[in-house]
């Protein structure tokens, strides 16, 4: 039986464990060898030394995130475990074979147990992005179970060189574990992305607002859209798809706009009713005076602190207070918040502020969140990390 370093909880501070969260903060430690390097594997016990956990260790507020509530070998078996029972959740959702999507998230993090780990599936590559030391100790493993359960990938790039402490972050590089495939064309919902796994953002695309990509298609026919923080287009390419009348994108980066250009070309011909501009989305609707029919306010997380979140609040306050001034009466609004710090409620309550102050009629249509194969952990509630609301505006 193999043994992992022990550490010892305080009295009492079990009981979150105990509750199935996934992690354990440093105040709870009682007792730990010093010499523990981070991502050690490590054995978790109460104060009585009953067993409670095994997980990855980190000399920081997070010290240990949980791999495991029961005692077990934590080897090549453990992942290639855990990669089939990920595997056949997106199965049952629907996503394996699917002749109109391509492309899922296969480990979602804390939301598949596996805390610290992203897995995104583009045709037949996937991209691996460690966001623990522990996590990336075992890539090798972790790609071994990738293609012992996925036999039709054949490229796996490991993308966590930007996700990992920084100390540890300068003795490994992005590199690809397995093929060298560079162009990737991934199809959602019969709509065509290129994906660039090595320059893109995040692991090459947004998957997690494809069911809200989806669902405002069913709204853009005849509409003029703007879609603000368009990346590289995910809800221009819906709207256009579903014969808007017209689509304004904005980015402030000039690569994300070129990548939207190249995707609109990807999918449309040269009669598409679209235009591109590279600018800041606030400077945007300071010089621009055009109203639209449905808008997109889908900008980047404002705030990954609590310390942020005071500022985080204000910008969306302003972002949707702007979205409604440039909307057309009965037009449709989509306003998200990636924000982990920023729950639901403070949203919806931010948005409402926005509405008083540019004095327009608001109404719910829908709350949205994030899609199944981003599955939260029931024991993990700061999973749900992205909430939007579809709106309707008088």
């Known amino acids: 039986m193999t ?5 010892q909880l305080k009295k009492d501070k079990e009981r979150s464990i105990q509750r199935f969260h996934p992690w354990v903060f440093s105040g709870a430690l009682q007792i730990y060898d010093s010499n523990l390097k981070d991502g050690d594997i490590v054995e978790v016990q109460d104060y009585k030394k009953n067993f409670l956990c095994i997980g990855h260790f980190y000399h920081g507020s997070i010290a240990v995130k949980i791999l495991s509530f029961e005692w077990q070998t934590i080897d090549q078996k453990y992942w290639n475990n855990k990669i089939k029972q990920a595997f056949a959740l997106r199965k049952n959702l629907g996503l394996i074979e699917n002749k109109n999507t391509n492309c899922f998230r296969l480990i979602h993090a804390e939301g598949d147990n596996l805390p610290g780990l992203i897995i995104d599936i583009y045709d037949t590559t996937a991209v691996i ?9 075992a890539i090798n493993e972790i790609k071994n179970a990738i293609t012992s359960t996925l036999d039709f990938i054949d490229t796996i790039y490991d993308k966590s060189a930007a996700y990992l402490p920084k100390e540890y972050a300068t003795t490994i590089t992005n590199t690809y574990l397995l093929g060298t495939k560079k162009e990737i064309i991934a199809i959602e ?3 065509q992305f290129y994906i660039d796994v090595e320059e893109g953002q995040k692991t090459g695309f947004f998957l997690d607002q494809r069911d809200n990509r989806n669902l405002l298609a069913a709204y853009c026919k005849d509409k003029s859209v703007l879609n603000t923080y368009c990346y590289s287009g995910g809800f221009s390419v819906y709207a256009l798809n579903n014969k808007s009348k017209s689509v304004v994108s ?9 990548l939207t250009n190249a995707n609109i070309t990807l999918n449309f011909d040269d009669s598409t009713s679209h235009q591109s501009i590279c600018d800041d989305v606030f400077h945007y609707f300071k010089i621009n005076e055009n109203n639209f029919d449905v808008i997109i306010l889908d900008p980047p997380a404002f705030a990954k602190s609590i310390n942020k979140r005071h500022n985080a609040v204000q910008a969306y306050k302003r ?15 989509f306003t998200f918040s990636c924000s982990q710090v920023v729950d639901k409620e ?4 931010t948005v409402m502020s926005a509405a008083i102050e540019a004095k327009r009629d608001v109404k719910i249509l829908h709350y949205l969140s994030q899609p199944a194969d981003h599955p939260i952990n029931i024991f993990h509630p700061e999973g749900s990390y992205l909430k939007g609301l579809v709106l309707y505006v008088n």
Request: glycine fraction near 8%; proline fraction near 2%.
């Open 3 to 7: 043994q992992y370093p022990i550490i």
């Open 129 to 137: 992005q460690c966001h623990t030391i522990g996590m990336h100790l």
């Open 189 to 191: 919902n019969n709509n």
């Open 250 to 258: 904005v980015d402030s980066s000039r690569n994300a706009i070129n």
């Open 319 to 333: 972002l949707n207070t702007e979205g409604f001034k440039r909307i057309n009466k009965g037009g449709i609004m």
């Open 346 to 349: 403070l949203f919806a309550a």
